[in-house]
């Protein structure tokens, strides 16, 4: 058995060093933009993060008061501050609850005490969706599900907020 070498021609080598250069550049070109699509993805979420929302646990009071604060948002490489809202009160056990003010009806904004023909309730405009003191949808109104809640805690007196949590249909 004699094995004979094959011979490549020069067309071949040709062929077979220009589709491997072109795939090396071919490669060098999409590296840098998967990069930048993939990248953010990758990045931890701060959504978890805590902010001060500048009101003492002391100036909360069993009425709602609406409390409003800027967080700092990074969106790939976009840096905003966009503003953040929240109905906060103090339950008849002393505990502090803090609301959404996005009605999960059709995402307008409740407002507490709203509407004169239903006092103590939080009320949307937009459809006439009402919400008892405690975020639960009336039922025989629009909104389907509860308003959320946000995450909360306490420290040295202040009171920091979280992300918001949707609550199931109640």
């Keep these: ?19 491997g250069v072109g795939g090396f550049m071919a490669a060098g070109l999409l590296a840098p933009m998967l990069r930048m ?31 409003d604060w800027q967080i700092e948002q990074v969106d ?18 002393g505990n502090i609850v803090a609301l959404s003010p996005i009605c999960t009806h059709l995402g307008c904004v409740v407002s507490w005490e709203g509407n004169e023909s239903f006092p103590d309730q939080f009320f949307c405009p937009c459809h006439d969706g009402r919400y008892t003191k405690d975020g639960v949808n009336v039922p025989g109104t629009p909104p389907t599900a509860p308003l959320p809640l946000y995450e909360q805690k306490v420290e040295n007196g202040m009171l920091y907020l979280g992300k918001a949590i949707s609550r199931k249909e109640a």
């Design 37 to 67: 699509a993939i990248d953010p993805v990758l990045q931890p979420p701060s959504d978890g993060d805590y902010v001060n929302v500048g009101l003492a646990v002391e100036d909360i009071t069993t009425t709602p008061q609406r409390v």
């Design 1 to 19: 058995m004699s094995e004979e070498k094959q011979q490549v021609s020069r067309r071949q080598f040709l062929n077979y060093t220009l589709t």
């Design 76 to 93: 790939g490489w976009y840096e905003s501050q966009p503003t953040r809202t929240a109905w906060v009160y103090k339950d008849d056990s």
